[in-house]
């Protein structure tokens, strides 16, 4: 099973920037369909962005289109979220997940978790 790391939340005022990261263990790119869901308080798991498991599509959720970008470092096995024009709607637990098929774009079709990185956007 594959094993994910994230790293770079932090707290940000609304209109900033910040780069999430994920470390994944061992060859997951080609392998795995790999994205980022979050959770605010209170609220239900929601997906964020995806490559497909050949890296040729990515999918966004319509609340980060424009803003946020996927992308991915294939020799160093670490994918990236860029968040731009941050909003306090965009606080949440951000986790990197992978899903052992060709597509995913819900939260429930991926299968393995990173342990969340927190992102804090003050108005």
């Known amino acids: 099973q594959v094993q994910l790391v994230e790293s770079g939340g932090g707290l940000v005022q609304a209109g900033g920037s910040l780069r999430l990261s994920c470390a994944a263990s061992?060859?997951?790119?080609?392998?795995?369909?790999m994205g980022w869901c979050r959770q605010a308080p209170g609220k239900e798991r929601e997906f964020v962005a995806a490559?497909?498991?050949?890296?040729?599509?990515?999918y966004y959720a319509d609340s980060v289109k424009g803003r946020f970008t996927i992308s991915r470092d294939n020799a160093k096995n670490t994918m990236y979220l860029q968040m731009n024009s941050l909003k306090p709607d965009d606080t949440a637990v951000y986790y990197c997940?992978?899903?052992?098929?060709?597509?995913?774009?819900?939260?429930?079709?991926?299968?393995?978790w990173g342990q969340g990185t927190q992102v804090t956007v003050s108005s």
């Open positions: 997940a992978a899903a052992d098929t060709e597509i995913a774009t819900r939260c429930d079709n991926f299968g393995s």
């Open positions: 061992g060859r997951t790119f080609g392998r795995y369909a």
């Open positions: 490559f497909s498991r050949s890296g040729g599509l990515i």
